[in-house]
């Protein structure tokens, strides 16, 4: 009776020492996951599940010394980890999808993305969802794991876009003058930089009339507006010039 009481005992200390074990890992983790550039979500997902399994370990030992046959425990941990995985597979690919996308940064709170088949400012950055709002104010959860799977385009990242419009003059147009004039239209438009510097270039050129493409890099801020607005610049600028548009082909605009 005298050994199984002290046998407990030692199982009880072996459990506290692994409480106490772990409280001091966690803590040492946190500090030295710190001091690295992992994300916050990431290093907080790290730290709180290193004490759960030093305690773990502790009982499972603690176990073993009063003597529990831990054959058959280990077989349904096994089972109930196999169980348990299997039920939240979606939810572990989405844990493990959000801590690439926290760790290897693509994008940024308050960047414009295109991800996941949706398009707007990021609102969320989560281990299982990023938020996202649209231009029509909606907000867009999306699986983590549905964005790691395809392209993710930012068009926040490098501070500046080009607005590209492409459309069709006449065959008979006069390229030279029709060149200077939509040049000229856009050093007028002080949102338009001159470094990178504007293009006028042509792009395709048959019997049914000449295609052009119009480039102008702006900087963020202004990328909205200024596109919107450049459209009715450029007509502006060829009617002035007296050059006529196709009537056969649309005027499109690229983000």
Known sequence: MGSILWLLIYALLIIGAGYVVGSWLGGLTRITLERGRLDPAVRHLVVSLVKPLVVILAF??????????????????????????????????????????????????????????????????????????????????????????????????????????????????????????????LASDERILKDPEPLVLVSELDERGIDLLVGAWFKNEDFGQGRSELVASIRNALKTARIQLATDAPVVVTQ
């Open 60 to 185: 499972v030992a603690a176990l073993n010394v009063i003597g529990v046959d831990l054959t058959g425990v280990i077989a349904v941990l096994g089972a109930a980890t196999l169980a348990v995985g299997f039920a939240l597979r979606d939810s572990l690919a989405n844990v493990a999808a959000g801590a690439l996308l926290l760790t290897l940064r693509p994008f940024s709170g308050g960047d414009l993305v295109e991800a996941g088949g949706s398009f707007g400012t990021v609102t969320e950055l989560g281990l299982f969802t990023t938020g996202l709002k649209t231009a029509q104010g909606v907000h867009v959860y999306l699986p983590n794991s549905i964005i790691i799977k395809g392209p993710i385009q930012n068009y926040s990242r490098n501070g500046l876009r080009r607005a590209d419009v492409r459309f069709r003059v006449a065959s008979n147009a006069d390229l030279g003058k029709a060149k200077k004039a939509l040049l000229d239209a």
